[in-house]
C-alpha cells in the first residue's frame, strides 16, 4: 500500500523529443508528489513537486500531470536535451505516525541522444 | 545547496565488522533520513528522525542502527556488516515535512 511504482526502467529519447515517465500508487494519504533528478555520481536533487489539490504544474520545460482519481502522476519533459540524461525518481509523502515519510519509485535512467 | 555532508564517501568493510557512517547537515532541518540505493530498488528508507533523539524505523531497517543527539548529526550504524549490505547509502534532510528534501553526495559501501 505504500509502494510507489515508476514506469519505464529506462528511456531513450532523442533531442528535442518529450519524456515521458509515469508512476502510480496506492495509498491516498500521500499528500506530496516530488520528482528528483539524479546525475552519476550525485545525491537526488528535487526537480518539481506537486500537492493533489492541483492536476498540472509546469517548470520551465517540466510537467507534472496528477490524476487523482486514477492514483496516477507523470512527468513531461519537453524539448528534451542531451543534459538532461539523468536518473528521475518520483516519491510521495505521507504523514504518518506524527511524522512524514518518503517512498520512492525504482527510478528511470533517461538517455537523450544528441 | 543545502549544507549536507557525508562521510566517508567510499568504504570497503569486512564481514561481520561494524561500521558507521556520519550525516552532517548545517541548515538547522528538522527531519533527518538514511536511505539506501540499489539497482533496480530505487531508494529505500532505513530510518528516519523527526527531531534529536526522535527516530524511528523505515521499511529496510533490519541490521542498522541510528543515533542523533544533535539537530546537526545522524549517524547510521551497521551492527555486524553483511556482504548483502554493500550499497550506496544516501542521507537527506528537510526543514518541515512534505517540502523539500536535500540529499547528501552519498557513500558507497562495500562489504568484502
Known amino acids: 500500500q505504500q509502494q510507489v511504482k515508476q514506469s519505464p526502467q529506462s528511456l531513450i529519447v532523442q533531442k528535442g523529443g518529450i519524456s515521458i515517465i509515469n508512476c502510480a500508487y496506492e495509498n491516498t494519504a500521500f499528500d506530496y508528489f516530488p520528482w528528483y533528478q539524479q546525475f552519476p555520481g550525485k545525491g537526488p536533487a528535487l526537480l518539481i513537486a506537486i500537492r493533489p489539490d492541483v492536476s498540472e504544474k509546469k517548470e520551465g520545460r517540466f510537467t507534472i500531470s496528477f490524476n487523482k482519481s486514477a492514483k496516477q502522476f507523470s512527468l513531461h519533459i519537453m524539448d528534451s536535451q542531451p543534459g538532461d540524461s539523468a536518473t528521475y525518481f518520483c516519491?510521495?509523502?505521507?504523514?504518518?505516525?506524527?511524522?512524514?515519510?518518503?517512498?520512492f519509485g525504482t527510478g528511470t535512467r533517461l538517455k537523450v541522444l544528441a | 545547496d543545502a549544507g549536507i555532508t557525508q562521510s566517508p564517501r567510499h568504504k570497503v568493510t569486512e564481514t561481520g565488522t561494524p561500521v558507521t557512517l556520519r550525516c552532517h547537515q548545517t541548515?538547522?532541518?528538522?527531519?533527518m533520513y538514511w536511505y539506501r540505493q540499489d539497482p533496480g530498488h530505487g531508494l529505500r528508507l532505513i530510518h528516519y528522525?523527526?527531531?534529536?533523539?526522535?527516530?524511528d524505523k523505515g521499511e529496510v531497517s533490519d541490521g542498522y542502527s541510528v543515533s542523533r543527539s544533535k539537530t546537526e548529526d545522524f549517524l547510521l550504524t551497521l551492527e555486524s556488516a553483511t556482504s548483502s549490505q554493500t550499497s550506496v547509502y544516501f542521507c537527506a534532510s528537510e526543514r518541515t515535512g512534505g517540502t523539500e528534501a536535500f540529499f547528501g553526495q552519498g557513500t558507497r559501501l562495500t562489504v568484502v
Open positions: 528522525s523527526y527531531g534529536v533523539k526522535d527516530t
Open positions: 516519491a510521495a509523502s505521507f504523514l504518518g505516525s506524527g511524522t512524514y515519510k518518503y517512498i
Open positions: 541548515e538547522n532541518h528538522r527531519y
